[in-house]
């Protein structure tokens, strides 16, 4: 539990660095107050908007921690949230839809899986074939039209609430448990770990790397189809071109600033999960403060740059041998002035 | 002495790399560098470029005392060096080549023209006839070889290190190198030479010096050393220790494993081995001459594309190292850090996880047991860790090789392979993983143990297979087991004339 603690530290202080830098620029920000029987306020919808990013970075940290990377999220969302919306529009109902969704995102992992772990073609490339293709897919599936339905249970996964929280938030904060303990009950989090420090090591030792490169991806594509569905719901549409873009790119960030090292190894779904709450109430926080939008991305980028900053072990090293430099001439200086000090 | 070591000294955690060398290199000579994995040629070489600062020890080139702090200063001083692998670049032209980072100027650009003048003249005197326009990737690795030679030269001009250029060339280009060698040798240039091919190294060299676990060993004049001589050097019998097979010839148990015709194009000609229980097989040979490449088709690092394993109740998988260790296989690799440990993870992790990736994903071994079982090894192999969660790529070479021997012994396999299993470890540890090589096979384990100590070999062998060229050329059994008749083995018949002449 401590040395748990002790690991997301750092995101955790960041996220109420943040928490408060934006307070401090909009006071009602972190009001939570209930509105017939479902909660709202900013802290709510930063846990609703944040949903995608939050579930993306969940099959983000198993393929980094691979010491891959899944650059086909963002497409593969589109390609989810059209199949979903092509399946209602249909009228094959949503028992059908959701499936059908899971299904493309799991297919679409198997794909970045193979190209990866069996013709070894490195993830960055791999994955990038699916994320230009991938919106070329979802304009097939919807006919190169943005498809809107009425589902009302669809439009529910995306804007409705349940038990007072959103049900985006119920979905990444229940994937999110339920990826921790599968990872961490089971073997899987000791594997992937090995297989990302030591590829070659890990094979030797009898790990089977192409199955579990294979896993985390089809794990990477199904958090894709979940984080489609929900963006699709709420806004009532597969819109093939816009949904998920630039989202895996906050997925490797809310990854990063979680502290797992794009070289792969150690991992922490938590830590990622507070990362992309830290980058959702920035984006949040902006927008409430009342700064001219024009200014979003370059504050944003300050902000995130800032907080790599504070994380980068070389600057940390830099301010603990400032400290102690410090601490030293403190302690040099100090002991005449308690000679000095002795007879009294 | 154009260059001259003395006293080098240059540690690794846990372990001395150079203990102590001295290297003496003259103008005008090649001076071959020989030394089996781990004796610290390669070390040496960094120290002499400036790859590596030394620990102790001082440098002279032509008398001076000098202190190259990278490659660059080393190469400004005089001293070039040419790796195996060619660190030009394939997709500039060869005049681009060889001319950058000096690339003539005229009025402050580039001059194209007086680069292929350039080019051309660094190339005088090479016997090449290329077009220097043309990319470098177009030609063949001799010929970038020889371009990596020209620029190195004409950089550094006194002393000229070429590390294993050769291991990528095939025959008629080794001549052609080896006439450039010489004509360079002829201009008055001194020459390291590194290789594990002897018959280039007598072949081209002038002056020989081995190095054995980091300490300069000796150095003589090529002619007149002859072949078991050298190996005898390298491998590091003490002559006058006569050692005895330390092993009592018991019949070992019954057959427990037989490959047949196994092998892999390229890698090492099918062989046959009949394993039996409780057996210590030693494999002993030369560097690349197929030992570790046995290990790897056994094991299926490397999968066969010729013969069968079996035992007694039929035929084994062994075409990937999950399918080896489902049939009872166990495989301790020569390089430790990239093929052994997992760096970042945890000693109990590392131990932990054949068993793991055995049992499979979905049955994890609850991490009390994990514990228990890291502390048991830690204690019966006396592996020196602050504890069991300790990063095991923090531990001395000794204590990680201890680790990989328990993540083998979790697994209790029937035939455990070891590689170099006491390379690069400390003289206590050696001693320890000796003793458990003896437990082992007390227990009824088959071991593999492939090693260049040959002392060590005999002590703990009940046959020793030797390898050369890559294939199976000799197994000596009981009384047979001296390292002389290792020696005579793997310096093939006829040694002794071909180094007479």
């Known amino acids: 539990m401590t040395a748990l603690l002790r690991r997301i530290a750092p995101q955790l202080l960041t996220l109420l660095a943040v928490l408060v830098l934006v307070t401090v620029f909009f006071p009602g920000f972190l009001s939570v107050g209930f ?53 209602v529009d249909r009228g094959w109902g949503l028992g059908a839809a959701i499936p059908l969704a899971l299904g493309a995102g799991l297919l679409c992992g198997l794909w970045n899986g193979f190209l990866v772990a069996v013709l070894r073609i490195q993830p960055i490339v791999a994955t990038l074939i699916l994320m230009v293709a991938g919106r070329g897919i979802a304009q097939l599936v919807t006919a190169g039209q943005i498809l809107t339905f009425s589902d009302e249970g669809f439009a529910f996964l995306g804007s409705g609430t349940f038990l007072g929280l959103p049900v985006p ?15 961490r009950r089971t073997a899987l989090g000791l594997l992937i770990e090995s297989v990302g420090v030591n590829l070659r090591a890990s094979r030797l030792a009898g790990v089977d790397s192409t199955v579990l490169l294979v896993t ?36 490797i960030l809310a990854v990063a600033i979680g502290g797992t090292s794009l070289l792969g190894g150690r991992f922490s779904i938590l830590a990622s999960l507070i990362g992309a709450m830290i980058i959702q109430s920035i984006n949040t926080g902006i927008l409430l403060a009342g700064f001219p939008p024009e200014f979003n991305l370059v504050i944003k980028a300050v902000l995130v740059l800032m907080i790599l900053m504070l994380q980068s072990p070389r600057l940390s090293d830099a301010a603990r041998g400032l400290a102690t430099r410090r601490r030293r001439t403190d302690e040099g200086a100090a002991a005449p002035r308690a000679v000095k000090e002795a007879p009294r | 002495m154009l260059l001259e070591a003395r006293g080098l000294l240059k540690r690794f955690p846990g372990t001395v790399a150079l203990d102590g060398v001295g290297f003496g290199l003259a103008a005008g000579e090649v001076h071959a560098l020989l030394g089996e994995n781990g004796a610290g040629k390669s070390t040496l070489i960094k120290c002499l470029t400036g790859a590596y600062r030394r620990d102790g020890g001082e440098i002279l080139l032509d008398g001076q005392p000098v202190d ?49 003048a350039l080019a051309r003249e660094m190339l005088a005197g090479y016997g090449l006839d290329i077009d220097v326009e043309r990319d470098l990737g177009a030609y063949s690795v001799a010929v970038q070889q020889i371009v990596a030679i020209a620029r190195a ?34 201009r008055g240039l001194g020459i390291v030479f590194v290789s594990h091919f002897l018959d280039q190294v007598f072949a081209i060299s002038d002056r020989i010096t081995v190095l054995r676990n980091g300490r300069h ?18 491998l590091g019998r003490e002559l006058e220790q006569a050692t005895t097979h330390g092993r009592t010839a018991h019949d070992a148990g019954a057959e427990v494993l037989r490959a047949e015709g196994l092998g892999k194009r390229g890698r090492i000609a099918p062989f046959d081995l009949s394993v039996r229980a409780g057996e210590v097989i030693g494999m002993a040979g030369l560097l690349g001459s197929g030992r570790t490449e046995t290990a790897e088709v056994l094991f299926g690092a490397a999968a066969a594309d010729s013969g069968t394993v079996r035992d007694a109740k039929g035929p084994l998988d062994v075409s990937t190292p999950a399918r080896a260790i489902a049939s009872g296989f166990g495989f301790a690799p020569e390089d430790r850090k990239t093929d052994g440990i997992i760096g970042d993870l945890s000693v109990r992790e590392n131990i932990a996880l054949a068993l793991q990736a055995h049992r499979g994903w979905a049955r994890p071994i609850p991490r009390a047991e994990q514990r228990r079982l890291a502390e048991d090894f830690i204690r019966r192999l006396d592996i020196r860790t602050p504890g069991p969660e300790k990063p095991v790529g923090q531990l001395s070479g000794g204590n990680q090789q201890k680790v990989i021997l328990a993540r083998w012994l979790a697994m209790n396999p029937r035939f455990l392979i070891l590689d170099e299993p006491t390379r690069g470890i400390d003289v206590g540890a050696h001693a320890e993983v000796l003793r458990l090589i003896e437990e082992m096979v007390a227990g009824g384990m088959s071991l593999l ?13 009940d046959r020793v297979i030797v390898v050369r060229d890559r294939s199976h050329v000799a197994e000596l059994t009981g009384q047979e087991i001296t390292t002389d008749a290792i020696v005579r083995a793997i310096a093939a018949p006829g040694a002794n004339l071909e180094a007479a002449e």
């Open chain 1, 169 to 183: 938030a119920w979905a990444w904060i229940l994937a999110g448990i339920v990826a921790g303990l599968v990872v």
């Open chain 2, 449 to 461: 143990v492939i090693s260049s100590e040959l002392e060590e070999l005999v002590a703990v062998s």
């Open chain 1, 35 to 87: 509105s017939g029987d479902r909660l709202v306020g900013s802290p709510i919808d930063v846990l609703k908007r944040g949903a995608p990013v939050a579930l993306l970075a969940i099959g983000m940290t198993l393929v980094i921690a691979t010491r891959g990377i899944d650059l086909s999220v963002g497409a593969v969302m589109a390609i989810c949230g059209a199949v979903a919306a092509a399946a």
């Open chain 2, 153 to 186: 030269v004409h950089l550094s001009g006194k002393v000229l290190i070429l590390d294993e250029p050769t291991a990528s060339l095939d025959a008629r280009e080794v001549a052609m190198l080896f006439e450039v060698v010489r004509r360079l040798r002829d």
């Open chain 2, 217 to 234: 060993i000796a150095t003589t004049e090529a002619a007149t050393l002859d072949r078991v001589r050298l190996i005898n050097l390298m």
């Open chain 1, 216 to 251: 985390v991806y089809m794990i990477s594509g199904l958090c894709a189809a979940v984080a489609g569905l929900i963006v699709t719901g709420d806004i009532r549409g597969a819109d093939a071109n816009n949904a998920g873009l630039w989202l895996e790119l906050d997925a």
């Open chain 2, 68 to 116: 190259p702090r990278s490659t660059f200063e080393a190469q400004e001083l005089g001293i070039g060096t040419v790796y195996q692998e060619v660190n030009l670049l394939p997709n500039l032209t060869v005049a681009e080549n060889l001319t950058l980072g000096r690339q003539p100027r005229r009025l402050g650009l580039t001059s194209r023209r007086g680069m292929r």
